[in-house]
C-alpha cells in the first residue's frame, strides 16, 4: 500500500478530510512547521506520527528539509500531500520526491496565487472561483493541474460564505483525487 504524508500549517480541515475518506493509501505521518496548530491535535486523535518543526530554529530551508526527508526516509513515504503548507517547497525535497507532491490551493489557478486566495478572489469581485490541485514544482501555486473545480461567488455572499463553499468542496475533490493519483500509478505498475 502506498505511504502518504500529508504537510500543514493550521487548522488541518483537509487533513482530517484525507483521514477520514477511503483511500487506498495509509497516512503515515504529518508534517507541521507550526508547533502546537490545531492539525497536530487531529493527528494525535488518529494515531498518526507528527514531525513537527520550526524554520526558525534552522540555519536554512536545506537545512529543515534535510530533517524532513530523513522522517520521509524512515517510512518509506512515497507521496507528498500538501494541505495547508503556507511554504515553499525547496530544492532538497524536491529533488527527491519529483512528480510526487500534490498541492490543493482555494483558486482557479493561475489565478490568486498565494496567500488569501479566497480574500484576493473576494475583493476582486470575480463571480467564479474554485479549487485547484496540483503537482508542486519550484513555483508559489504553479506546477500541472490535474483537477479543478469551480463555485459560484452570489452577489450576497459574504466572504466567510465563499470560504464555507470553497472548503466544502476541497474536503470532497482532494480525497477523490488523491485516490484518483494512486489509482492511475497502481495501473502504470500491475
Ligand atoms: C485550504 O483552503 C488550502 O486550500 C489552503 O489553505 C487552507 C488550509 O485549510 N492552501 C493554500 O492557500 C496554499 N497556497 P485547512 O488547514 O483547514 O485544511
Same mark, same amino acid.
Not at 80 to 97: D, I, K, Q
Not at 116 to 143: C, E, L, P, R, Y
Given at each position: 500500500?502506498?505511504?502518504?504524508?500529508?504537510?500543514?500549517s493550521?487548522? +488541518?480541515?483537509?487533513?482530517? /478530510?484525507?483521514? !477520514?475518506?477511503?483511500i487506498?493509501?495509509?497516512?503515515?505521518? =504529518?508534517?507541521?512547521?507550526? *508547533?502546537?496548530?490545531?492539525?497536530e491535535?487531529?493527528?494525535?486523535?488518529?494515531?498518526?506520527d507528527?514531525?513537527?518543526?520550526?524554520?526558525?530554529?534552522?540555519?536554512?530551508?536545506a537545512d529543515?528539509?534535510?530533517?524532513?526527508?530523513?522522517?520521509?526516509?524512515?517510512?518509506?513515504?512515497?507521496?507528498?500531500?500538501?494541505?495547508?503548507?503556507?511554504?515553499?517547497? +525547496?530544492?532538497?525535497?524536491? /529533488?527527491?520526491? !519529483?512528480?510526487?507532491?500534490?498541492?490543493?490551493?482555494?483558486? =482557479?489557478l493561475?489565478?490568486? *496565487?498565494?496567500?488569501?486566495?479566497?480574500?484576493?478572489?473576494?475583493?476582486?469581485?470575480?463571480k467564479?472561483?474554485?479549487?485547484?490541485?496540483?503537482?508542486?514544482?519550484a513555483?508559489?501555486?504553479?506546477g500541472?493541474?490535474?483537477?479543478?473545480?469551480?463555485?459560484?461567488?452570489?452577489?450576497?455572499?459574504?466572504?466567510?460564505?465563499?470560504?464555507?463553499?470553497?472548503?466544502?468542496l476541497?474536503h470532497?475533490?482532494?480525497?477523490k483525487t488523491i485516490?484518483h493519483?494512486?489509482?492511475?500509478?497502481q495501473?502504470?505498475?500491475?
Amino acid at each position: 500500500m502506498m505511504k502518504i504524508a500529508v504537510f500543514a500549517s493550521g487548522n +488541518g480541515s483537509n487533513f482530517q /478530510s484525507l483521514v !477520514e475518506a477511503n483511500i487506498d493509501a495509509s497516512i503515515d505521518l =504529518l508534517v507541521c512547521d507550526k *508547533p502546537g496548530a490545531y492539525v497536530e491535535q487531529r493527528a494525535e486523535k488518529n494515531g498518526i506520527d507528527i514531525f513537527s518543526f520550526s524554520a526558525k530554529k534552522f540555519p536554512s530551508k536545506a537545512d529543515f528539509e534535510e530533517k524532513i526527508l530523513a522522517e520521509l526516509r524512515q517510512r518509506n513515504i512515497d507521496l507528498l500531500v500538501l494541505a495547508g503548507y503556507m511554504r515553499l517547497v +525547496g530544492p532538497t525535497l524536491l /529533488s527527491e520526491f !519529483e512528480g510526487k507532491i500534490i498541492n490543493i490551493h482555494p483558486s =482557479l489557478l493561475p489565478s490568486f *496565487p498565494g496567500l488569501d486566495a479566497i480574500g484576493q478572489a473576494f475583493d476582486a469581485n470575480v463571480k467564479v472561483s474554485g479549487v485547484t490541485i496540483h503537482f508542486v514544482d519550484a513555483g508559489m501555486d504553479t506546477g500541472p493541474i490535474i483537477a479543478q473545480e469551480p463555485v459560484k461567488i452570489e452577489e450576497k455572499d459574504t466572504k466567510e460564505d465563499v470560504q464555507r463553499k470553497i472548503q466544502a468542496l476541497e474536503h470532497d475533490l482532494y480525497p477523490k483525487t488523491i485516490q484518483h493519483v494512486i489509482s492511475q500509478w497502481q495501473r502504470s505498475v500491475n
